[in-house]
């Protein structure tokens, strides 16, 4: 029988199916950051248990950290603490820990596709939603909540639903000047945030097949954003030639075998799919939000959708929206000054990511009156910006560079953008408060950040290139 | 062993809006600490008070007209972020149910595994339960967890809802996942050998 590449992975991952069926899913990797873990290694002990299955096991602190000073103690002393008890619980249970310094610390988003322990066909769980970043590589990655994160301590599986299945075709052929985040956005502009809610999404067609392993880590991790419970892409030559020779990957006859094995990794060509959706990549141009959730975004030369646009049950939501964010229904963004640009996160955090921003900004001056957060997504994308001297053009253009971290993306740190200010972010989420309180988010690619930070308003990048 | 979970019969605390995303529920710099204890105090946060701290007399949370066991809600309640969080500040700060049209999928998964039930009504049975509770605030609603039924009490009317078996079960008998799940840990290993 034909299967889906969701189907194909699933399966190999069911433990027992209970008569309603409720499946035991087994997990083949469990990420652990300091924010929605501390409780389920609570959980643990109150139980008298141990981690069951520990070398499956990574933790990493990444939310809720500083990116000036790492090298010094955490000033704020519930954040330390957080950070403290991530670092006792995986050291009493001996769990790899990557702490703050550490050369392979970083976003775990960022970090786990770099080093390899990403891998084709594995199922990937973290307490966070984007997990679903991993899924670029051929896994079925997914957020779970904390006390998921005990379940998978305590016996390496969680009890599931199966989700529905969705294939999002782009055919077609990429516009220049647009991003792999502009596809997401544009993507969850059509779905809605809800609009795949209850499905497991995979991406397709002739512009998914010509991104970068990069860009693909970008396109999954917005897939929560439209509600889905994860995206994911078959591996293929650019997923191979990404993971070979990363510090975790499997080497000699190991890859060989395991090569053999990703290789049967992809839909058969009859397989079908609970929903079927397909864009056009001549469509799409840099995108930018308006509104307070990722499903309100628009082309950069669009104007902001009417009032009478919006169906009667939300017009609420939709005026509240637009009073917290400052805009008028029917008005271009075109223009818009702004106050903060943010260059970072699981989204965007990456070296590509990096090196489209100082494309851009290579030769010319930050805007003055701008406040611009530089933050790698981990050390290695930190060390690879340094050796391949894109700091020089960034600081040259009078930028500096952050430490890594989740940083004004979730704002559980210090680098809070102030109430009223405009932000373009190259981050994932708009809501509310998001970037800090009263904080106005604009999410937007990094080529869009760069335009913005040297322009100090929202400004088409292909004006500039 | 949580909290066992039947029928409820309550009044209920409109909050008409949709979307309404975790960052709204419990905002991120409220999640430092490391129990589970104490996030209903700043659960709606930055809806619920302004910024020098004083309760914003236009948000429900802060009017006497609204109490109740039961939080009903516009469309795609939860979406966003997956911390766990969201669930513990409904439950902390005394909900039991949280009605809507649609949920987002790790709320929901949150809510279920904190005791806090999930029920799924029709957006006309949604407006029509606003309807009643603006109509009159001491409007109830019922939640009869084993029947699987809602009843809006102020026009007699029932829906029954959706929710998998084996959950019903964990909420009805006051389980959870782990009970099981340690179980059952022979047919873990017994995957994985099968798996070599």
Not at chain 1, 79 to 84: A, E, G, H, W
Not at chain 1, 263 to 285: N, T
Request: with cysteine; net charge negative.
């Amino acid at each position: 029988m034909s299967k889906t590449l969701f189907e194909k992975i699933w399966e190999k991952h069911v433990v027992d199916t209970l008569p309603d069926g409720t499946i035991q899913f087994y997990i083949d990797r469990l990420f652990c950051h300091e924010v929605t873990s501390p409780q389920a290694f609570a959980g643990l002990r109150a139980r008298g248990l141990k981690p069951f299955r520990p070398e499956q096991i990574t933790c990493m602190p990444d939310h809720n950290i500083p990116t000036l000073h790492q090298e010094k103690p955490i000033e704020d002393p519930v954040s330390k603490n957080q950070v403290d008890t991530l670092e006792k619980n995986a050291k009493d249970f001996s769990l790899t820990y990557y702490g703050l310094q550490h050369p392979k610390n970083g976003i775990i988003h960022v970090v786990g596709p770099e080093t390899g322990l990403t891998q084709p066909g594995m199922t990937i769980v973290c307490g966070d939603s984007h997990t679903s970043t991993h899924g670029a590589m051929g896994t079925i990655a997914f957020g779970i909540g904390t006390s998921e994160v005990e379940m998978t301590l305590a016996t390496q599986c969680i009890m599931q639903r199966k989700p529905k299945t969705m294939r999002i075709t782009i055919d077609g052929k990429r516009k220049p000047g647009v991003t792999a985040k502009d596809f997401a956005l544009y993507i969850i502009s059509k779905m809605t945030t809800g609009g795949a809610t209850g499905y497991f999404v995979e991406y397709a067609g002739e512009a998914i097949r010509n991104t970068t392993m990069e860009e693909r880590l970008t396109i999954c991790n917005l897939s929560i954003e439209m509600g889905a419970r994860g995206g994911m892409i078959a591996p293929d030559q650019v997923t191979f030639d990404y993971l070979k020779d990363r510090e975790f990957a499997p080497r000699g006859e190991a890859w060989e075998k395991k090569l053999a094995e990703w290789r049967e990794l992809y839909s058969d060509p009859d397989a079908s799919f609970d929903k079927e959706i397909v864009f056009h990549a001549e469509d799409i141009d840099p995108m930018v939000t308006y509104g307070t959730n990722p499903g309100m975004g628009m082309g950069i030369r669009e104007s902001i959708p009417a009032m009478e646009s919006v169906d009667e049950a939300g017009r609420i939501s939709y005026k509240k929206s637009l009073d917290y964010m400052g805009f008028t229904a029917g008005e271009p963004i075109m223009g818009k000054k702004i106050d903060y640009v943010f260059l970072g996160s699981c989204t965007n955090g990456r070296i590509e990511d990096f090196r489209a921003f100082a494309s851009l900004v290579k030769g010319k001056k930050k805007a003055d009156d701008v406040i611009v957060w530089l933050v790698p997504g981990s050390w290695q994308v930190e060390r690879q910006i340094r050796a391949e001297g894109i700091d020089k053009v960034l600081t040259d253009a009078g930028f500096e560079l952050r430490q890594p971290g989740c940083s004004a993306c979730l704002a559980m740190n210090e680098d809070k953008v102030p109430a009223g200010k405009y932000a373009v972010s190259t981050s994932n989420r708009n809501f509310e408060g998001r970037q800090g309180p009263g904080a106005r988010t604009i999410l937007a690619g990094p080529l869009v950040a760069a335009a913005a930070a040297v322009t100090g308003k929202i400004t088409d990048p292909r004006d500039l290139m | 062993m949580k909290e066992k979970f039947t029928i409820v019969t309550s009044t209920c605390v409109p909050l008409p809006l949709e979307n309404v995303d975790t960052d709204q529920i419990i905002p991120a710099r409220f999640l430092k600490a490391t129990t589970r204890e104490g996030f209903g105090d700043n659960l709606f946060r930055d809806w619920r008070y302004d910024k020098a701290g004083n309760p914003n007399p236009d948000f429900v949370l802060n009017q006497n007209t609204y109490k109740g066991e039961i939080l009903v809600a516009g469309k795609n309640f939860g979406s966003g972020s997956s911390r766990e969080h969201a669930a513990w500040a409904i439950a902390g700060y005394g909900f039991r149910v949280v009605v809507s049209s649609f949920f987002a999928d790790i709320f929901k998964n949150n809510s279920m595994n904190n005791g806090l039930v999930p029920v799924v009504v029709s957006p006309e049975f949604l407006a029509e339960i606003f309807a009643s509770v603006e109509a009159d605030p001491k409007a109830t609603l019922t939640v009869n967890l084993p029947a699987q039924t809602i009843t809006n009490n102020a026009t007699g009317k029932t829906e029954s809802f959706d929710i998998n078996a084996y959950k019903k079960d964990c909420l009805v008998n006051g389980l959870d996942d782990i009970d099981y799940l340690l179980a059952n840990k022979e047919k873990i290993e017994t995957f994985e050998r099968g798996r070599r």
